[in-house]
């Protein structure tokens, strides 16, 4: 049996898609049997990130009761990837209780199954939430996004869901006006983790080389696997296994 991780932000724009993708390379690379899922029906981002091509059959045809789970995993950098099919016809298309049965076939088959759930909070992304062994949270270091996140936390809560933890992308440190005034300018760690009643699992630094690999098509641990975002996420992921 498997791992299922569900990757999830009450707000969109804080990196989730960013994290989930690059953690299923770095956990392929530790020799993993890895698949990366793309449940954001709407508005996927897994295929761009991991330069994927041409992908005829989806998830969409999978929640469609169509094709294969075979047809429709791509392998990319080293990571099996489920992705988000591109058109709107298939994402009215999918029916997303079905997503059940996919990752319980995939639970027979790999040793972590990486769940990418739409931020928010609505009846798509609360489906993989139901569906995953532990949820990891991603936020940003700033009140719109803790705040939002922190309702999603009441609504996990509320399912049984058992949320793993928080990961802080794109941390910032502190200007020097921020050090000479002692302005708060980001929200503490200690923060973060009572708004969200989790602990803080991992902290990933705000780094160019995460825009650069997205420009190149690649994941950052692979094009930059030196890079301060690519060590990050990797330490992540080797805590993960333990």
Same mark, same amino acid.
């Given at each position: 049996?498997?791992?299922?991780?569900?990757?999830?932000?009450?707000?969109? $724009?804080?990196?989730?898609?960013?994290?989930?993708?690059?953690?299923?390379?770095?956990?392929? @690379?530790?020799?993993?049997?890895?698949?990366?899922?793309?449940?954001?029906?709407?508005?996927? $981002?897994?295929?761009?990130? =991991?330069? =994927? $091509?041409?992908?005829?059959?989806?998830?969409?045809?999978?929640?469609?009761?169509?094709?294969?789970?075979?047809? +429709?995993?791509?392998?990319?950098?080293?990571?099996?990837?489920? %992705?988000?099919?591109?058109?709107?016809?298939? #994402?009215?298309?999918?029916?997303?209780?079905?997503?059940?049965?996919?990752?319980?076939?995939?639970?027979?088959?790999?040793?972590?199954?990486?769940?990418?759930?739409?931020?928010?909070?609505?009846?798509?992304? /609360?489906? %993989?939430?139901?569906?995953?062994?532990?949820?990891? /949270?991603?936020?940003?270091?700033?009140?719109?996004?803790?705040?939002?996140?922190?309702? /999603?936390?009441?609504?996990?809560?509320?399912?049984?869901?058992?949320?793993?933890?928080?990961?802080?992308?794109?941390?910032?440190?502190?200007? #020097? #006006?921020?050090?000479?005034?002692?302005?708060?300018? #980001?929200?503490?760690?200690?923060?973060?983790?009572? @708004? /969200?009643?989790?602990?803080?699992? $991992?902290?990933?630094?705000?780094?160019? +080389?995460?825009?650069?690999?997205?420009?190149?098509?690649?994941?950052?641990?692979?094009?930059? %696997?030196?890079? %301060?975002?690519?060590? +990050?996420?990797? +330490?992540?992921?080797?805590?993960?296994?333990?």
């Amino acid at each position: 049996m498997s791992k299922v991780y569900a990757i999830t932000s009450g707000k969109g $724009g804080v990196g989730k898609t960013t994290i989930a993708a690059n953690l299923g390379v770095s956990l392929s @690379r530790m020799h993993k049997k890895t698949a990366v899922v793309d449940a954001d029906l709407a508005m996927g $981002g897994v295929a761009t990130i =991991l330069g =994927l $091509g041409k992908t005829p059959v989806t998830l969409h045809e999978l929640l469609a009761g169509k094709g294969s789970i075979e047809k +429709a995993t791509y392998s990319t950098q080293g990571v099996n990837v489920l %992705p988000s099919g591109p058109t709107i016809t298939g #994402f009215l298309n999918a029916d997303p209780n079905k997503l059940k049965g996919v990752v319980n076939k995939l639970n027979k088959t790999y040793d972590y199954v990486i769940i990418d759930s739409p931020p928010g909070l609505n009846k798509y992304s /609360l489906i %993989p939430l139901r569906n995953a062994d532990e949820v990891l /949270l991603v936020v940003t270091p700033d009140l719109p996004a803790v705040q939002a996140t922190a309702k /999603l936390r009441s609504v996990i809560k509320a399912l049984n869901a058992n949320v793993k933890g928080v990961i802080v992308n794109r941390s910032k440190k502190p200007s #020097f #006006f921020a050090r000479l005034t002692g302005a708060k300018e #980001f929200m503490s760690d200690e923060d973060i983790e009572r @708004r /969200l009643k989790a602990d803080i699992l $991992g902290i990933i630094p705000e780094d160019p +080389a995460v825009i650069e690999s997205m420009n190149v098509k690649k994941s950052v641990v692979v094009h930059k %696997p030196k890079s %301060p975002a690519s060590k +990050a996420i990797s +330490a992540l992921a080797k805590d993960l296994t333990k």
